[in-house]
């Protein structure tokens, strides 16, 4: 295969991955076909399995991608000298956004694949989300010593509790959304967090 060929054959491989972590955060691994998949990338379903062994291989390294994002947010609020305040409401705020809540295809991997990982116990899917929720955790802590937290074991605390409380109020949210209640989620909950942070 010549380099042309090879540099080809990985963008698409790549670009199937990246419309594969869109729908999977959207739908969730059960509501997404591999002829979606391919036809998302702008590929014909054909191809698929020159790229892949199985759609479970594809649903794990779609994961690791969407939780890619979300790890590259948390690094990039490090090491700007934010106060306190600041980090924990641009954390907070982004997070339990009306737009994050209407927008699933692109937000966060720990609400949208929780429940899909719960069902697969054996599976890419469930070793791609063991480890973004363990990236999750330590960049969070690591945002939280940036904070002010200067306890490891304390930091490491208010970001699993921090972390759970956005992913279940991001989650009752998306499960609300078109009722009042659902806002009223995301409010109290910021308010909470941020009286905390």
Not at 38 to 58: I, P, Q, R, V
Not at 86 to 99: C, F, I, K, M, P
Not at 159 to 182: F, H, K, N, Q, W
């Amino acid at each position: 295969m010549s380099r042309a060929s090879q540099a080809d054959a990985a963008k698409h491989r790549d670009e199937v991955v990246t419309a594969a972590a869109q729908l999977l955060r959207e739908r969730g691994a059960a509501g997404i076909s591999v002829q979606e998949v391919m036809a998302g990338a702008g590929l014909t379903h054909g191809g698929f399995y020159k790229h892949f062994a199985s759609k479970d291989e594809l649903v794990g390294l779609a994961a690791t991608e969407a939780f890619g994002e979300i790890l590259a947010l948390l690094d990039g609020l490090r090491g700007h000298d934010l106060d306190r305040s600041t980090l924990g409401s641009r954390v907070v705020n982004d997070y339990l956004s009306a737009e994050h809540r209407d927008e699933p295809g692109t937000g966060c991997a720990n609400t949208a694949l929780a429940s899909d990982s719960a069902r697969a116990p054996e599976s890419p899917l469930r070793s791609s989300y063991l480890e973004g929720l363990g990236g999750t955790i330590e960049r969070l802590t690591e945002v939280r010593k940036e904070a002010g937290d200067s306890d490891e074991a304390d930091a490491r605390r208010h970001a699993i509790e921090t972390l759970a409380s956005l992913v279940g109020a991001l989650t009752l949210a998306r499960a609300t959304a078109g009722d009042p209640l659902s806002d009223e989620l995301l409010s109290v909950v910021s308010e909470g967090l941020l009286q905390r942070w």
